[in-house]
């Protein structure tokens, strides 16, 4: 099992330039969910994903979109990328079942700098 | 809505010391609790949990139990090493799959 695993590790944007980040897991984990570190504020959700084809908003959404075509894949893209997106993302999954007594499992983090 | 409050750090220890990080949380019903372990450069990991009142959370020589009466899952441990330095974030899950973090709690040990 490879886990949680994110596409890119590094990148550097100008900006104005668009990207995407991948996410993929092998643990057939319905839920999955985009994250964003910076410091000083802990973890703020992006998006997230209930189950294949569908996709909401977490805390920070602006400037993000998502998409989840596939079970195992939840793709978060930069249309337009501001000096504002700099940080580091995480992404994470979750399988479904007993009410929130599972934990998450996060990839390593992409590290993204827009300049 | 729920709430995950962590103490600030940096937390500074010597090895082989006794550590404690707070964590108090404010939920509806029973949610479950955990700490997570994020090390420099890595994303996070659990570290242990607790899914109903007076459960103990144990792994790695850390301990946190699950206290209803004061709302709070302290995590300890006994000695700490080097190799702990790390960032702990505690969390909860009400049963919404949308979990609730503290802002984390960097811990430095120095040898």
């Known amino acids: 099992n490879a886990g949680v695993t994110q596409t890119p590790k590094f990148r550097v944007l100008k900006t104005g330039q668009s990207m995407t980040l991948l996410c993929a897991q092998d643990?057939?984990?319905?839920?999955m969910y985009w994250y964003r570190q910076d410091p000083g504020m802990g973890l703020r959700l992006i998006h997230y994903s209930v189950g294949e084809g569908t996709t909401a908003k977490g805390e920070v959404p602006d400037g993000y979109n998502v998409s989840r075509l596939k079970k195992q894949n939840f793709l978060l893209g930069l249309e337009s990328a501001a000096p504002s997106q700099t940080s580091v993302y995480f992404c994470a999954s979750l399988p479904l079942g007993q009410g929130g007594t599972y934990e998450q499992y996060f990839g390593p983090g992409t590290r993204l700098t827009v300049t | 809505g729920n709430s995950v409050t962590q103490m600030e750090g940096p937390v500074t220890l010597s090895e082989e010391a006794f550590l404690t990080i707070n964590c108090t949380y404010t939920a509806t019903g029973y949610p479950s609790l955990f700490w997570y372990v994020q090390y420099p450069g890595e994303g996070l990991q659990l570290l242990l949990k607790?899914?109903?009142?007076?459960d103990k959370g144990s792994n790695k020589g850390f301990e946190a139990t699950y206290r209803k009466e004061t709302t709070s899952f302290h995590l300890e441990k006994g000695s700490v090493q080097v190799s702990d330095s790390a960032v702990y974030f505690c969390?909860?899950?009400?049963?919404?799959?949308?979990?609730?973090f503290g802002r984390g709690t960097s811990l430095i040990v120095h040898p």
């Open positions: 607790a899914t109903k009142a007076d």
């Open positions: 969390a909860l899950s009400g049963g919404s799959y949308i979990p609730t």
């Open positions: 643990m057939n984990h319905e839920y």
